[in-house]
């Protein structure tokens, strides 16, 4: 007898609008259904079905050979899933919270990122879980990890921003043949003005590719994940007073679409980079200097960044407030620039 | 004929294998020890240790070449395992010498290689334990597709004091995976070394034994029992070599073929033969090194490092500035 299809992968059959975490759901079945070689591993994600419910009756349909259980061991498990990958299987390796993926630092950056480079071939794994502040989590499930991995050579990282491309990019992430980080926003997770109503058809949204969420010419702003939709509510206030914000969503972080971004700088002269990440080291610097190399001579401004302040999230929910990245100081730094 | 004791319980091939195995790697050892004195390979390759009895261990599982057989992490100072998996003295001399033709065209050291048709995989990295995780992923895919294969990991005892090798061996407890790890004791043990390796295997629902100057035959026999053991169901096995010193571990390799003489499992002729095969294979890898190229920058990390060539700052392309210098005139500086 097959296992009853639990509903949050079960919207868009249905002809229902999905979440953000739904649509990850989805693809997760989706391609375990599509694949025999797709399989997952983490810490609760059988009988619990995971911390946030998105495995919530895979075990039941897919068995406990395919939705393995693990110790608490993140580094133990990223590194068995890389052996899997090389006997040919497709692990996806659901880290609790990305906050602990610091321990499979070791096995990612040292192992499975050199592995085409050392001639051990391709190793087709995800590594896919919650990031970001706004929970009141505080410093240990709140962290944004995409620049720890953002220096290493063969890793891509992805960080969606809407469902459509959540489910969208994680399919494509479970079919390339190269480790992929995906992060996930837990503040998008079940954010009503995620939901929305996917294809029919089995789609993928191509890795490394941006995507222009609102067009304008008179500034560019660059941003992912949950700081599209404060981006997108800053144009909104800005374009009241006549000012037109071209938002493009990176989607991908590593490879970075520096195409997209340097078209758009050409044709608005100003850039103001967006992220709730922390601010130095961010991938704000890594974009200025790009856009340094490729379209200086078109910028009419300098290049500014609205980030977190370089401190470990807090837990109160009035410092977090303050720690994070808000619509009025990216309305602010956008005023700054379209004065220039 | 069988019979049972002695050399002769076991098949011809095995014992000959066994016998043309230890005579490679005693003269690649010697060949290794001797590049490395001389200054043609880091000093760190003048501790190199082929034991016998991790080939023996290699030898009793399945190794095929169509990637159907055991799979192997051969070690990061202890290469012997790769030959009794399949791998030539030459590839195992293009690699250390960072040829070209090795494996991984140069790009990355250590002593081990990955060949998964051949059931190897390999990696020399800044951290031990690493690899009891990755080859205890390997028996999980073995079992999700319900193949009769195993792992066999060696690792070196340092291993032991890093969480890494820890969280592989929970792991591999907790889902009772057709794991065996090898403890190599060959090296000095580092300072702060307490591990009790019995009373730890117990705790992972290890099956565990401690091996000194063990006849070979008998090794094998054990690595046998041990593989099956684990396909079993009954979880890892963990196999500890005590340091035993270069002449007490060739002795080994000396006895067996003495054994397999006088017990007429071979030939005195063959023999001699076995042992001049093994030689004439490494010293054909060692003169034709040295006619194997360096490495190539360009052919070596183009594909790996860049997918595109790097950008130059400043040319302004479409449409040209007034400002910009040519393109042109841009080719051939040096940024």
Redesign the interface.
């Given at each position: 007898m097959t296992a009853a299809i639990p509903t949050q992968v079960a919207r868009t059959r249905s002809g229902e609008p999905a979440t953000f975490l739904e649509a990850i759901s989805e693809a997760l079945w989706e391609e375990m259904e599509r694949d025999e070689s797709v399989?997952l591993m983490g810490e609760d994600i059988g009988e619990y079905g995971g911390a946030f419910k998105v495995t919530r009756g895979f075990l039941a349909r897919f068995g406990a050979?395919?939705v393995?259980d693990?110790?608490i061991?993140e580094?133990?498990?990223?590194?068995?899933?890389?052996?899997?990958?090389?006997?040919?299987?497709r692990?996806v390796v659901e880290i609790q919270f990305m906050d602990f993926v610091s321990?499979a630092y070791?096995?990612l950056t040292?192992?499975i990122a050199?592995s085409?480079?050392?001639?051990?071939?391709p190793l087709p794994l995800v590594v896919r879980g919650p990031v970001g502040g706004g929970s009141r989590g505080g410093p240990f499930h709140s962290q944004n990890v995409e620049m720890a991995f953002f220096h290493t050579?063969g890793l891509k990282i992805v960080y969606p921003a809407t469902a459509r491309d959540a489910k969208g990019l994680l399919k494509s992430a479970i079919r390339d043949d190269d480790p992929v980080i995906f992060e996930e926003h837990k503040g998008l997770y079940r954010a009503p003005h995620c939901r929305e109503l996917l294809p029919d058809e089995d789609y993928v949204v191509p890795i490394g590719e941006a995507r222009t969420v609102l067009e304008g010419d008179d500034l560019t702003v660059v941003t992912y994940g949950l700081m599209v939709h404060r981006s997108l509510e800053a144009a909104a206030t800005l374009a009241r007073d006549g000012a037109r914000i071209e938002v493009i969503d990176l989607r991908t972080l590593l490879?970075l679409d520096e195409e997209a971004i340097s078209a758009s700088v050409r044709k608005t002269g100003k850039l103001l980079i967006v992220h709730e990440d922390t601010r130095t080291g961010g991938i704000a610097g890594e974009i200025a200097m790009?856009v340094?190399?490729?379209a200086?001579?078109w910028l009419d401004g300098p290049i500014l960044r609205v980030t977190a302040i370089d401190s470990p999230v807090p837990f109160s929910g009035e410092l977090e407030d303050y720690f994070l990245p808000s619509v009025e100081d990216v309305v602010t730094a956008a005023r700054y620039l379209l004065d220039y | 004929m069988e019979r049972d004791g002695g050399s002769a319980a076991l098949p011809d091939r095995v014992v000959e294998d066994l016998l043309y195995l230890g005579c490679q790697g005693r003269l690649l050892e010697a060949v290794v020890r001797e590049m490395s004195g001389s200054g043609q390979l880091g000093t760190a390759f003048a501790d190199l240790d082929i034991d016998v009895r991790a080939m023996a261990i290699a030898r009793a599982m399945r190794s095929f070449a169509d990637g159907s057989g055991d799979l192997c992490h051969p070690g990061l100072l202890s290469p012997g395992p790769a030959l009794a998996f399949g791998a030539t003295p030459l590839e195992f001399l293009r690699h250390v010498t960072a040829r070209g033709t090795s494996p991984a065209s140069a790009r990355a050291g250590g002593l081990s290689w990955h060949d998964t048709d051949r059931g190897l995989i390999g990696w020399g990295g800044p951290r031990g334990g690493t690899m009891t995780q990755v080859m205890a992923g390997a028996a999980l895919a073995h079992r999700q597709r319900g193949e009769d294969r195993v792992a066999l990991v060696f690792e070196e005892r340092g291993a032991l004091q890093g969480g890494g090798w820890h969280e592989g061996m929970s792991l591999s407890g907790a889902l009772a995976l057709a794991l065996i790890v090898v403890v190599e004791d060959s090296f000095p043990p580092d300072s702060a070394d307490a591990t009790d390796l019995r009373a730890m295997a117990g705790v992972y629902g290890a099956d565990f034994v401690s091996v000194g100057a063990m006849e070979l035959v008998e090794l094998y026999r054990l690595a046998a029992d041990a593989r099956q053991r684990a396909l079993g169901g009954d979880g890892p096995v963990i196999v500890e070599l005590r340091p035993l010193p270069d002449e007490e571990r060739w002795a080994l390799h000396d006895g067996l073929a003495e054994a397999a003489v006088a017990d007429d499992t071979i030939s005195e002729r063959e023999r001699v033969d076995t042992e001049a095969a093994a030689t004439a294979s490494v010293e054909h890898a060692s003169e034709r090194l040295g006619k194997e190229p360096g490495p190539s920058p360009e052919e070596a990390l183009a594909p790996i490092c860049a997918a595109a060539p790097p950008i130059r700052p400043w040319p302004r392309l479409d449409p040209p500035s007034p400002q910009a210098r040519p393109v042109e005139e841009l080719q051939g500086a040096a940024w």
């Open positions: 399989f050979t395919r393995v693990t110790p061991s580094g133990g498990f990223t590194g068995a899933a890389a052996g899997a990958a090389h006997m040919g299987l692990p321990p070791d096995v040292n192992y050199t085409r480079y050392r001639g051990a071939g050579p490879p790009r340094n190399e490729r200086f001579e | -």
